[in-house]
């Protein structure tokens, strides 16, 4: 069993739901990373998502790609957020770890040999934005099974049935549902729609089901932990970054005390229900 899929059987048993921050490795300098993660699990996130910098991110809104331009100015490479996870498990070794990201920087390391580096590092799922079910299949999947790493797959309001079976069929650990048509951090929930494609896709699918996208504060969170299995969030968190940099005690305060805040609330809204 995967840390990500034991995390879910655990927070089922304890009737909670998940709260996954993410924030972009080597913002705003790479020895922020790490520490910041431990503080974010100290804080109640039960899965991380770690963000590979990088520089076409055509699913980030302007939060994010200013985070990943940050980031690449100290040249925050994929190998070196790879170390930043393996350093994360010499700590904690049982909070699961998801690195969220291009195709780009893993083609260019090559699939056997990222696979194989994100194992020995403790990397637990990835989410690689641009690469379909369908492109997926010939090389990327097989290693990732092989090594027991989840693939994750993101599906959109658009999504049909055929395409929520098909990511469901080959994903592991979650599926990412993009609760908003837009980049990250971009316009308001629309909870009753949001409500309505949720369910959809629960009834199609047997992974957990995540939202992200929107998510902005803790009363955003406690709404969509009553709706779906986890919480992500990305934007929200990456601007606390941006707006303190040279700052980091600010930043890591104001980071834990908002997911501090998401984490009592999504419980209470849960407790609840």
Same mark, same amino acid.
């Given at each position: 069993m995967s840390r990500i899929q034991a995390k879910f059987d655990q927070l089922r048993q304890e009737g909670r739901k998940a709260?996954?921050? %993410?924030?972009?490795?080597?913002?705003?300098?790479?020895?922020f990373? $790490?520490?910041?993660?431990?503080?974010m699990v100290e804080a109640g996130a039960d899965i991380l998502e770690l963000g590979v910098p990088f520089s076409d991110p055509m699913a980030d809104g302007p939060v994010i790609q200013r985070a990943s331009e940050r980031a690449l100015r100290h040249k925050t490479s994929l190998r070196q957020v790879l170390g930043m996870v393996a350093e994360f498990r010499r700590k904690d070794a049982e909070t699961p770890i998801v690195l969220m990201g291009y195709l780009n920087p893993i083609e260019c390391l090559g699939y056997r040999a990222f696979v194989d580096r994100a194992k020995a590092a403790g990397v637990d799922g990835v989410l690689t934005v641009d690469l379909p079910v369908e492109e997926a299949r010939d090389e990327m999947l097989p290693l990732l099974y092989q090594a027991g790493i989840d693939p994750i797959f993101l599906l959109a309001p658009t999504s049909p049935p055929q =395409?929520?079976? +098909?990511?469901?069929? /080959?994903?592991? &650990?979650? !599926?990412?549902?993009?609760?908003? #048509? &837009?980049?990250?951090?971009? &316009?308001?929930?629309?909870?009753? @729609?949001? /409500? =309505?494609?949720?369910?959809?896709?629960?009834?199609?699918?047997?992974?957990?089901?995540? $939202?992200? %996208?929107?998510? #902005?504060?803790?009363?955003?969170?406690? +709404?969509?932990?009553?709706?779906? @299995? /986890?919480? $992500?969030? &990305?934007?929200? *968190?990456?601007?606390?970054?941006?707006?303190? *940099?040279? @700052?980091?005690? =600010?930043?890591?305060?104001?980071?834990?005390?908002? !997911?501090?805040?998401?984490?009592?609330?999504m419980d209470r809204e849960v407790a609840a229900a």
């Open positions: 709260l996954i921050p %993410f924030i972009t490795a080597g913002d705003p300098e790479p020895g990373t $790490v520490p910041l993660l431990h503080r =395409r929520i079976e +098909q990511a469901d069929a /080959a994903g592991r &650990g979650y !599926l990412y549902y993009v609760s908003l #048509k &837009g980049v990250t951090g971009a &316009g308001h929930l629309d909870l009753e @729609d949001v /409500a =309505r494609k949720v369910a959809a896709i629960k009834a199609l699918a047997q992974l957990p089901v995540g $939202v992200g %996208f929107g998510v #902005k504060d803790a009363g955003t969170a406690a +709404q969509m932990a009553r709706l779906a @299995d /986890a919480v $992500v969030v &990305g934007s929200a *968190l990456v601007r606390r970054v941006e707006e303190n *940099l040279g @700052d980091p005690a =600010r930043i890591e305060a104001e980071i834990t005390a908002l !997911l501090a805040a998401m984490r009592q609330a």
